[in-house]
Nanobody
Framework: QVQLVESGGGLVQAGGSLRFSCAAS????????MGWFRQAPGKRRVLVATITSSGLINYADTAKCRFTISRDNAKNTVYLQMNSLKPEDTGVYYC?????????WGQGTQVTVSS
C-alpha cells in the first residue's frame, strides 16, 4: 500500500505560480511512474504530467512550456511547478503513483486561478 500526501494548492491570480509536492510513504525507486492529474468541476480527471522511475517525462499539451515535474528520490517526493497559470487550470489536482497494475491516489488539492 502506498500513501501519497499532497501539499501546495491554493488561490492564485492568472499569471501566477504554484508548486505542488507529493510525498510517498515508500521509496519512489520502486514506483514505476508518478504524476499529477487535474479534475475540473463536472469534468473527468485528466493527465497533467508524469515522470517515470527512469526519469522519462510526459506533459499534457496544456502543460507544456508552463509546468515542470521533477522528483527528489532522497525525499520520496515528486513536485509540480506551475507557472503562467490560467483560469482553465482551475481544479482539484491529484498525485498518482503506479506500481505495475496498481494505482494509488492522493487526497487531492484544490487550485483556483482567478482572472
Amino acid at each position: 500500500q502506498v500513501q501519497l500526501v499532497e501539499s501546495g494548492g491554493g488561490l492564485v491570480q492568472a499569471g501566477g505560480s504554484l508548486r505542488f509536492s507529493c510525498a510517498a510513504s515508500v521509496s519512489i525507486f520502486g514506483i514505476d511512474a508518478m504524476g499529477w492529474f487535474r479534475q475540473a468541476p463536472g469534468k473527468r480527471r485528466v493527465l497533467v504530467a508524469t515522470i517515470t522511475s527512469s526519469g522519462l517525462i510526459n506533459y499534457a499539451d496544456t502543460a507544456k512550456c508552463r509546468f515542470t515535474i521533477s522528483r527528489d528520490n532522497a525525499k520520496n517526493t515528486v513536485y509540480l511547478q506551475m507557472n503562467s497559470l490560467k483560469p482553465e487550470d482551475t481544479g482539484v489536482y491529484y498525485c498518482n503513483a503506479g506500481i505495475r497494475l496498481d494505482s494509488y491516489w492522493g487526497q487531492g488539492t484544490q487550485v483556483t486561478v482567478s482572472s
